[in-house]
């Protein structure tokens, strides 16, 4: 990675973790899942992070998306220790500034594929209840979908399924993609066109961060995190 780049990726970090330790309290023990962790993300990047089942790949997307807490050091999010942010303050940075992509879908099968789109737009104040729908047209285009608008998720591929995802978790505009095994139940030609999707999502300045066991996410990767033992190491490309 070249000085430029190396000085572009400081000037505009969105996420930073100093020192960031995690642990869970089994009966008889406990369990240390993230130790000492130094890490930062930014915007107009796609970041894998790759280790082995248990590694601690899974709790770290938790708490970079505010869904899980750490016991020590700091996590800020766009400048802001989010420790010392209170519940709904949380909600709302998480609302506005992050997505989420799954291995499995979560769509809800009763709701059409636009309508599965609108779901997170209902929370959000700022979005005209009266453009929630074209929106959510114009997100099913952006991912290829235009074709399947009034389709229910039973009558889609998993790649569709999973298209239609990522157009809702882009609902809210978020600057920030986190996607947990996004390829995990898809076959290799699928796979190839959501991580074509998300690095698309990076060249408009968003920064992606996906957990994967495929090794083929390299081949996007600006940047790529290996968790070992709960500690991290990066690898420039």
Same mark, same amino acid.
């Given at each position: 990675?070249? $000085?430029? /780049?190396?000085?572009?990726?400081? $000037?505009?970090?969105?996420?930073?973790?100093?020192?960031?330790?995690?642990?869970?309290?089994? $009966?008889?023990?406990?369990?240390?899942?993230?130790?000492?962790?130094?890490? +930062?993300?930014? @915007?107009?990047?796609?970041?894998?992070?790759?280790?082995?089942?248990?590694?601690?790949?899974?709790?770290?997307? !938790?708490?970079?998306?505010?869904?899980?807490?750490?016991?020590?050091?700091?996590?800020?999010? %766009?400048?802001?220790?989010?420790?010392?942010?209170?519940?709904?303050?949380?909600? !709302?940075?998480?609302?506005?500034?992050?997505?989420? #992509?799954?291995?499995?879908?979560?769509?809800?099968?009763?709701?059409?594929?636009?309508?599965?789109?609108?779901?997170?737009?209902?929370?959000?104040?700022?979005? @005209?209840?009266?453009? *929630?729908?074209?929106?959510?047209?114009?997100?099913?285009?952006?991912?290829?979908?235009?074709?399947? /608008?009034?389709?229910?998720?039973?009558?889609?591929?998993?790649?569709?399924?999973?298209?239609?995802?990522?157009? *809702?978790?882009?609902?809210?505009?978020?600057?920030?993609?986190?996607? &947990?095994?996004?390829?995990?139940?898809?076959?290799?030609?699928?796979?190839?066109?959501?991580?074509?999707?998300?690095?698309?999502?990076?060249?408009?300045?968003?920064?992606?961060? #996906?957990?994967?066991?495929?090794? &083929?996410?390299?081949?996007?990767?600006?940047?790529? %995190?290996?968790?070992? +033992?709960?500690?991290?190491?990066?690898?420039?490309?």
């Amino acid at each position: 990675m070249n $000085k430029e /780049i190396q000085e572009n990726l400081h $000037k505009n970090i969105v996420m930073k973790l100093e020192n960031v330790k995690k642990s869970y309290k089994t $009966k008889n023990k406990k369990i240390d899942v993230l130790s000492n962790v130094n890490i +930062d993300f930014s @915007n107009g990047y796609f970041y894998a992070i790759m280790g082995h089942s248990g590694s601690g790949k899974s709790t770290l997307i !938790n708490i970079l998306g505010l869904t899980d807490t750490i016991d020590s050091g700091t996590y800020e999010l %766009y400048g802001k220790n989010v420790s010392d942010l209170k519940d709904t303050e949380l909600s !709302n940075l998480r609302m506005k500034n992050i997505g989420f #992509v799954f291995q499995e879908f979560y769509l809800n099968p009763t709701l059409k594929a636009f309508e599965n789109v609108m779901v997170p737009m209902l929370i959000n104040k700022e979005i @005209n209840p009266k453009e *929630r729908k074209q929106k959510a047209l114009d997100l099913l285009k952006s991912v290829g979908l235009e074709e399947r /608008i009034d389709h229910y998720p039973r009558e889609l591929s998993g790649g569709e399924q999973q298209r239609v995802a990522i157009a *809702r978790c882009l609902a809210n505009n978020p600057n920030i993609i986190l996607a &947990d095994e996004p390829t995990g139940n898809l076959d290799e030609k699928t796979e190839k066109e959501i991580f074509t999707l998300l690095k698309n999502l990076v060249k408009k300045g968003k920064c992606v961060i #996906v957990v994967s066991h495929s090794n &083929d996410v390299k081949k996007y990767a600006d940047k790529i %995190y290996k968790i070992v +033992d709960g500690k991290v190491d990066g690898d420039n490309k």
